[in-house]
């Protein structure tokens, strides 16, 4: 049961538009920013999003992140089939005092 | 260019140590503090430990306190994880990473290694 929920898989076709969901508390995403990483398949998780909406340098600005509250949304624009792969959501627990992630979404372009 | 790499993954029985390493190349690893995240097979990421960059102060998930001892050796650029008391629910891809937040510890970590894979049985 991870702190951080997201749903467990979510489609599109290419071109189309994905958001990815995240819930949390206020003692996390409520307080604190939101990380949002990429795991293509077989490989290890790579950064997508840093502090709720910035992406690094060579992240399409196809990727965009928000935060609204105690939750949080990734948003892939024009779906492409390398886009295909688990995206996870993280974030700062002040309680835990330390990272939590949620469970991981992972996306199916059709 | 910054990387990572783990190593020291194998199969050990239940009860069993470990030790992982994860050597680090292209950037001033006594700079930055750095953390352990492991993925069990088909599951999720999942915090394990961090330590601070002079190896002063460290920090652990539940779970593995008191089995679990982060270190480092800024003079080999290695970051260390010692794992005793292994449990068949330990097994997983062990993940370093490196804290890149101005006011560590943060969850903004970049980049990764490449795992190293722990199996835990009998």
């Known amino acids: 049961q991870s702190v951080l929920t997201q749903p467990p898989s979510a489609s599109g076709t290419p071109g189309q538009r994905v958001t990815i969901s995240c819930s949390g508390s206020s003692s996390n995403i409520g307080s604190n920013y939101v990380y949002w990483y990429q795991q293509l398949p077989g490989t290890a998780p790579k950064l997508l999003i840093f502090?709720?909406?910035q992406r690094p340098s060579g992240v399409p600005d196809r990727f965009s992140g928000s935060k609204s509250g105690t939750s949080a949304s990734l948003a892939i624009s024009g779906l492409r089939s390398e886009d295909g792969a688990d995206y996870y959501c993280a974030a700062w627990d002040d309680s835990l005092s330390g990272p939590v992630f949620g469970g991981g979404t992972k996306l199916t372009v059709l | 260019e910054v990387q990572l790499v783990e190593s020291g993954g194998v199969l050990v029985q239940p009860g069993g140590s470990l030790r992982l390493s994860c050597a680090v190349s292209g950037f001033t690893f006594s700079s930055y503090w750095m953390h352990w995240v492991r993925q069990a097979p088909g599951k999720g990421l999942v915090w394990v430990s961090r330590i601070n960059n002079d190896g002063s102060s460290t920090s652990y998930t539940d779970s593995v306190k008191g089995r679990f001892t982060i270190s480092r050796d800024n003079s080999k650029n290695t970051l260390y994880l010692h794992m005793n008391s292994l449990r068949a629910e330990d097994t997983a891809v062990y993940y370093c990473t490196r804290d890149v937040g101005p006011i560590p510890p943060t969850t903004w970590f970049d980049p990764w290694g490449q795992g190293t894979l722990v199996t835990v049985s009998s």
């Open positions: 502090r709720n909406n």
